[in-house]
């Protein structure tokens, strides 16, 4: 069976980022695994070079790569799909806001080791209740367990196969956008692949914690976009937070 490498790439956020990498560590020993720091603030990259000699995993400073500012998750699944492409394994990206279970890895692997033609798939993301939560809240009624879609993709807890990567280049990606996800699984779709969402396997998500400005748009739309279009994004990331409304 053809196993997978393991990515987390991890902007501040260290709350989340230590729970996200122990829950991978603990769950996942035997997977290679590598933490992509992009321009974490000092204390939270100190946190993650203690982390790194903890629990073994290979930490990657994209400062060391590139002088641009983050986000850089285009540099991220260019270099991670080398890594995979080389050792002929899946990719799995966890998000920092992402805690997995033990059983998470094992039923990917299994999904994508039985499925020809799959580009992605995905567990269902839940709050700690288990209720399903964002991206996923669209799928919350759907019956069915395994869910193919064309549109709504995350990368919050996703497998993207060897296959696929064997026919589409991240390093091709659009460098002028900041996220993959939706572009990705288009084209995926686009190529004649499928992406899956496993509604019976769920990771619990904490949604936006690395960037707590992305809650005004859900807490107060108007006052969001009104910002985003006449004063840019970089104001939203200045001013915003969890309790802006």
């Given at each position: ?50 982390l ?6 290979k ?57 020809e ?22 799928f ?31 390093a ?16 995926a779709?686009?190529?004649g ?30 006052k ?10 970089k ?11």
């Amino acid at each position: 069976m053809r196993g997978a490498i393991i990515i987390t790439p991890v902007k501040n956020s260290i709350d989340t980022a230590k729970k996200s990498i122990a829950a991978v560590r603990a769950c996942a020993p035997e997977n290679s695994y590598y933490v992509y720091n992009d321009n974490s603030d000092v204390p939270a990259t100190e946190t993650l070079e203690r982390l790194s000699e903890t629990l073994k995993f290979k930490l990657i400073h994209l400062s060391d790569i590139t002088s641009k500012p983050s986000p850089n998750y285009d540099i991220v699944l260019r270099e991670a799909q080398k890594k995979a492409l080389e050792q002929d394994k899946h990719l799995i990206i966890v998000e920092s806001d992402v805690v997995i279970r033990p059983e998470t890895i094992p039923s990917l692997l299994e999904f994508a080791n039985q499925k020809e033609k799959l580009a992605m798939v995905a567990a269902i993301t839940v709050d700690e209740s288990g209720e399903i939560n964002y991206p996923f809240v669209p799928f919350k009624d759907v019956p069915e367990k395994i869910i193919p879609t064309r549109k709504i993709m995350s990368f919050s807890c996703t497998l993207i196969t060897n296959e696929f990567m064997k026919n589409y280049s991240f390093a091709d990606l659009d460098h002028s956008q900041d996220w993959f996800d939706t572009i990705i699984s288009e084209d995926a779709i686009k190529m004649g692949f499928s992406n899956i969402i496993l509604k019976d396997v769920s990771v619990i998500h904490y949604p936006h914690s690395s960037r707590p400005w992305k809650y005004l748009k859900y807490k107060n739309p108007l006052k969001y976009y009104f910002i985003k279009i006449f004063k840019g994004k970089k104001s939203l990331q200045s001013g915003a937070s969890p309790s802006t409304t």
